[in-house]
């Protein structure tokens, strides 16, 4: 996988040589203390998570590398979508920022709406992200 470009959507302002490591507060659900970071190597699910995660800031996707291994984010893969189509994992080591994607577009109004109204479904069903 080393070959293999990978991204990261955030809200936070960060720059090439800046780690993104686990540990933080998480930018989803409950925003309980992340054990992961989260990368994808499709634009889509970076897009995502740069529409999605909290803050005022705008969305922005980042070109990372991971510093150790990954894992296929069981959010994403196994019970949901097996064979991990949205390319999704995870990692317990930090991600190194090399770049930005600075030219993206973003989901239609109708698309967010519809992410969010599920996501509004999951929170009170009481299901949070996976975190084994």
Do not use: C
Request: charged fraction near 30%; glycine fraction near 10%; charge should be negative.
């Amino acid at each position: 996988m080393s070959s293999q470009r990978f991204y990261h959507g955030t809200k936070a302002d960060l720059k090439p040589g800046d780690l993104i490591a686990p540990g933080y507060s998480s930018n989803y659900g409950t925003r309980k203390k992340a054990a992961y970071v989260y990368l994808t190597a499709t634009l889509d699910a970076a897009t995502w998570g740069a529409e999605l995660s909290v803050g005022e800031s705008p969305g922005r996707i980042y070109i990372v590398e991971p510093t150790g291994p990954i894992e296929d984010d069981p959010n994403l893969t196994d019970k949901r979508f097996p064979g991990n189509p949205t390319k999704s994992y995870r990692s317990r080591d930090p991600l190194r920022v090399t770049g930005e994607v600075t030219e993206w577009k973003g989901h239609s109004a109708e698309e967010l709406k519809a992410m969010r109204d599920g996501l509004e479904r999951l929170r009170q069903l009481g299901i949070e992200a996976i975190e084994d």
